[in-house]
Antibody, heavy 127, light 106 residues
Framework: EVQLVESGGGLAQPGRSLRLSCTTS????????VSWVRQAPGKGLEWLGF??????????EYAASVRGRFTISRDDSKSIAYLQMNSLKTEDTAVYYC??????????????????WGKGTTVTVSS | DIQMTQSPSSLSASVGDRVTVSCRAS??????LAWYQQKPGKVPRLLIY???TLQPGVPSRFSGSGSGTEFTLTISSLQPEDVATYYC?????????FGQGTKVEI
């Protein structure tokens, strides 16, 4: 069974850092990209960014709202993806999900959509 | 950045009704669009990708259509278990923006 389990959430003060982990099982992690998505209380979904597989140089892309503060990385030996969150703000309070990204080709390019989601971990940023 | 706008924001329908949710992109995205369902208190679930391809395991009463800037999610016969918020998301390029969501109630 394909599983993604987020961990590392909790309470953090504004300006501090937190690292979330996404531990995966049930699929060949190193050939998949992984995205991070968050959902603030009572709000909609916000895509934060993703990391491609090592075959595509493990390159990353980010939403403007977190670029420069958040960093996505991966450890294929452990089948884990990470979301490093620095300079946290109160508006970063949300449930954070990691997702497995499916890839398909169209023309000369590859495109990714999110097919399996973890259950999420809650981050609260407050003094 | 391309904006995704869903309409309506919420709707109420009866069991057995045909329900449609619209999603509009501010620029053309070909068919690089996915639909997700999020039931109350639950994790989002992929329903449709590539605008019209049903994810395995999703009931056939769900369908998607459209290309370019206009997309539609249709539930052919609304069931009680379909009460949820539905989100479209573009994935032609980063950022992979979501629509604001459409809440479907019975």
């Amino acid at each position: 069974e394909v599983q993604l389990v987020e961990s590392g959430g909790g309470l953090a003060q504004p300006g501090r850092s937190l690292r979330l982990s996404c531990t995966t099982s049930g699929f060949t992690f190193d050939v998949y990209a992984v995205s991070w998505v968050r959902q603030a209380p009572g709000k909609g979904l916000e895509w934060l960014g993703f990391i491609r597989s090592k075959a595509y140089s493990a390159t990353t892309e980010y939403a403007a709202s977190v670029r420069g503060r958040f960093t996505i990385s991966r450890d294929d030996s452990k089948s884990i993806a990470y979301l490093q969150m620095n300079s946290l703000k109160t508006e970063d309070t949300a449930v954070y999900y990691c997702t497995r990204d499916q890839r398909y080709s169209y023309g000369h390019y590859y495109y990714y959509y999110m097919d399996v989601w973890g259950k999420g971990t809650t981050v609260t940023v407050s003094s | 950045d391309i904006q995704m706008t869903q309409s309506p924001s919420s709707l109420s329908a009866s069991v057995g009704d045909r329900v449609t949710v619209s999603c509009r992109a501010s620029q053309g995205i070909t068919t690089f669009l996915a639909w997700y369902q999020q039931k109350p208190g639950k994790v989002p679930r992929l329903l449709i990708y590539a605008a019209s391809t049903l994810q395995p395991g999703v009931p056939s009463r769900f369908s998607g259509s459209g290309s370019g800037t206009e997309f539609t999610l249709t539930i052919s016969s609304l069931q009680p278990e379909d009460v949820a918020t539905y989100y479209c998301q573009k994935y032609d390029s980063a950022p992979r923006t979501f629509g604001q969501g459409t809440k479907v109630e019975i």
